[in-house]
């Protein structure tokens, strides 16, 4: 099966990092999205279908925390799952980003095959 | 916090330039440090927790462009766009400060960082930070490379 995936970083060059990685970790793409905040990924949520999100955690206008909490209270957009991608190693802040609703973590930086795993991982339990 | 952050500082950042833009930093001698470009830029980034500051990095804009393309896995001649420079350092240092702070201080604490600030500067602003007595000197691919940390403030 190949998703549908939304990249969220405020960085261009990120956005192409994920993308490569993904290709490079033969993750199967059907379309890829790319938002430069919150704000603008939500919008695309709301018109799209969406298997997979890649989140920072921190953009102007909207981070990546308040994106998620959003998403928690929809209905519809509840069960996507976040994976966030952020340079921070505090066990104490992923704790904290996997209560408000995110599924998993990526610390930068990271390598195709961690990535691969952790789509693997993710996509697995979201069709438990 | 045992080790002295200023060296936590340069071994993180040398681990970072590795694992992102797959790039070697070297120490210099001092003379190393001297380049005849007249384009820089200079990207800051400031962090708060239990110790807060701030972090800075600077390199020739040529230097910049091979950064970008070891980052994207691209060839440096098809690097075209001055914003993708700006970004890459901006994230460079993004990446850097993440992993600076869990190494100075441990995977407990939660550290706010702020956005990357990126800007141009000209020589002179290069040799002014060069010269500062806080910065530490790198060579990149041949071409220097400058970074600094200031602590603000160490809670406790």
Redesign the interface.
Known sequence: MAYNVLVVD?????R??IK?TLGLAEVPINELYEAQNGKEALSILREKHVDLVFSDI???EMSGVEMIEQMAADGVLKDIPVIVV????????MG?LMEIGARAYV???FTPELIRDVVKNTMEKANE | MSEDPKHVMADTLTE?LE??AFIFAESPEEEELATNETEFIHATIEFRGPVSGMLGLAVPSSLCTEL?AG???EDPGEMTSP??LC??L??LL??????F??ALCG?????D???PRVAKIDQSAWNKLRDHPETVGFLVDGAPLLAYLTIHKQRG
């Not at chain 1, 952020?86 to 802040?93: A, D, K, Y």
């Not at chain 2, 993004?94 to 992993?99: I, P």
């Not at chain 2, 995977?107 to 550290?111: G, I």
């Open positions: 405020d960085s261009r060059v990120i192409a990092v490569k921190h953009m102007p952020s340079s921070e190693g505090s066990q104490t802040r904290e610390r930068k930086p | 970072v694992g992102m970008t980052v994207l896995g914003a993708n970004d890459t901006g994230e993004n990446v850097t400060c993440g992993n702070t869990t995977d407990q604490p939660v550290f960082q702020s956005i």
